[in-house]
């Protein structure tokens, strides 16, 4: 199946900087890719559509200047954690779906914020 | 009440059991399901899609989905140690890759 490679797989960072992370499609194109937030046990929650050349959708809830999201390119889709705080610690995924069929999961990036 | 329910185990059975895993939903839109297997600190990897309602066979895995009771279904027959992963039921009125509505997962281990 299509790869998506998601980078970094784990990061800790310092209360009040910023982190990026990076959701790639190896092997194909993707115009739309989605981004979620998983708590641990929780079910995987839709933050944000992140749309290629146009700004980001997000879902009700989600703080747009908190999460900054770019999508440059027909492969590269980036989330900007601004000014991390504890709460924000999570593990992100980010997916894209090929065709109308199937969406391809990056592998996660664990945010710890301390 | 959430939009999609599923009860989070952990669920434990010996190897060679049939396993089944259930979600009920609330939102009549859905038209599109999908059961993904999560790993730990990995990302889900979709297993099987149903579009409406009928049944589905993969291998040792079986999908049921009834829309008119709004409840879906995964069965794992002759379940292996390598099946334990929690197991994340998805929905979607839009399609099988946009915008998926997701269970809280199951936790399964398949004791040798």
């Known amino acids: 199946g299509a790869v998506v490679s998601q980078h970094p797989s784990r990061v800790i960072c310092k209360s009040g900087t910023s982190v990026k992370i990076e959701c790639r499609s190896l092997?194909?194109?993707?115009?739309?890719m989605f981004w979620y937030r998983q708590f641990p046990k929780q079910s995987l929650m839709l933050m944000a559509t992140s749309n290629e050349g146009s700004k980001a959708t997000y879902e009700q809830g989600v703080e747009k200047d908190k999460f900054l999201i770019n999508h440059a390119s027909l492969t590269l889709s980036t989330l900007t954690v601004t000014s991390a705080h504890p709460e924000d610690s999570s593990f992100y995924i980010c997916?894209?779906?090929?065709?109308?069929?199937?969406?391809?999961f990056g592998q996660g990036t664990r945010l710890t914020v301390v | 009440q959430k939009e999609v329910e599923q009860d989070p185990g952990p669920l434990s059975v010996p190897e060679g059991a049939i396993v089944s895993l259930n979600c009920t939903y609330s939102n009549s839109a859905f038209q599109y399901f999908m059961w993904y297997r999560q790993y730990s600190r990995k990302g889900p990897e979709l297993l099987m899609y149903t579009y409406s309602s009928g049944n589905k066979e993969d291998g040792r895995f079986t999908a049921q989905v009834d829309k008119s009771s709004k409840y879906i279904s995964l069965f794992i027959r002759d379940s292996q140690p390598s099946d334990s992963a929690t197991y994340l039921c998805a929905m979607s009125a839009y399609g099988s890759a946009r915008q998926l509505t997701f269970g809280s997962g199951t936790q399964l281990t398949v004791l040798p």
């Open positions: 997916s894209a779906p090929q065709a109308l069929t199937e969406a391809f």
């Open positions: 092997d194909f194109q993707a115009t739309t």
